[in-house]
């Protein structure tokens, strides 16, 4: 956290930025991909690797490198709307019927500050029941930097991290 922020204002930002993630959970989980959206910077970058189990002296390997190896998610604003705009068209095969989903973030921690950006952590548990017996459980941490934009803040950039290396779920159609 910046040294020019007081203790009361960096509960008080931490505070704010709570507030922001778990609005941005329940529009997901009440299936508000539009007004999802909004909350992204037109600049974004939604970045998701992949993660390689790897030998303990080869951490540099684990996971995939950005713009130079394949990712779950590598997307930009238009990417993300594109994919909004199919979910709801109501035929996109695997989200129909849509599926049940609950977002619970948490250990949100609030880093450094510069003018008007500030980077944050939290951990995610996505649980998904998609008709009567697809289940899936998918935990992990995302690094946001948040933007302010017009006194609002926005996500203008978030690598997700899933902890596993193998994917179990049938698809990633949820966000993150």
Partial sequence: MSAELSPLDRLL??????RFLYREADLLDERRYEEWLELFTEDVHYWMPLRRNVPRDEPEREFTRQGLDASWFDEGKDTLSRRVRQ???GIHWAEEPPSRICHIISNIQVGQ???GEVDVRSRFIVYRNRVETETDF???KREDLLRRVNGDWRIARRKIILDQSVLLAK?????F
Avoid at 13 to 18: D, G, T
Avoid at 171 to 175: A, C, I, K, R, S
């Fill in 113 to 115: 500050a510069g003018p």
């Fill in 13 to 18: 930002l931490k505070e704010e930025i709570e």
């Fill in 87 to 89: 979910i709801l068209t």
């Fill in 138 to 140: 998918l935990v992990g």
């Fill in 171 to 175: 698809n990633l159609t949820m966000f």
